[in-house]
């Protein structure tokens, strides 16, 4: 029988180069700024609707997970961030005590073409403007 190790494996070197070359924030705020830092008709954990969350401009996003995916057609990428919001003082820097908002989880297809994302967030958080929350 073949024994088969995939840590030493050409394919997670390649993965660890990638991530480790990735902009977390870049590729957040790209996406924030398709969606003009908002999300409409997003569910909460208590089933809860919102229609309309939307994050301040001086989010950050740190990576603090991804994944790999293979279907029998597809392979992609899932990549998980952690959102931070922190107030902004006069002279429009951010402060220290950066707060999380919420998790955005976004999957790309071997191309890193956008295919996804799953949002869970903070509703409670004062960082965020909620519109028409609904039960």
Same mark, same amino acid.
């Given at each position: 029988m073949t024994r088969l190790e995939l840590k030493n494996h050409q394919v997670w070197q390649d993965l660890t180069e990638i991530l @480790?070359?990735?902009?977390?924030?870049?590729?957040?705020? @790209? $996406?924030? @700024?398709?969606? !003009?830092y908002? /999300?409409?008709?997003?569910? !909460? #954990? +208590?089933? #809860?609707?919102? @229609? *309309?969350? =939307?994050?301040?401009?001086?989010?950050?996003a740190e990576l603090i997970g991804s994944s790999i995916g293979v279907t029998n057609k597809e392979r992609f990428l899932k990549l998980k961030f952690i959102?931070? %919001? %922190? %107030? /902004? !003082?006069? =002279? +429009? %820097?951010?402060? !220290?005590?950066? +707060?999380? /908002?919420?998790?955005?989880i976004l999957v790309y297809d071997e191309n890193l073409e956008f295919i996804d994302e799953n949002w869970l967030l903070d509703v409670d958080s004062p960082m965020l #403007?909620?519109?028409?929350? $609904? *039960?």
């Open positions: @480790e070359n990735i902009n977390a924030n870049i590729l957040v705020k @790209e $996406h924030l @700024e398709k969606c !003009d908002k /999300v409409c008709g997003y569910w !909460d #954990e +208590q089933d #809860e609707y919102y @229609e *309309t969350i =939307t994050f301040p401009r001086s989010l950050k959102l931070l %919001a %922190a %107030a /902004v !003082d006069a =002279t +429009q %820097a951010l402060s !220290d005590n950066a +707060q999380k /908002v919420g998790e955005l #403007e909620i519109k028409g929350a $609904h *039960t």
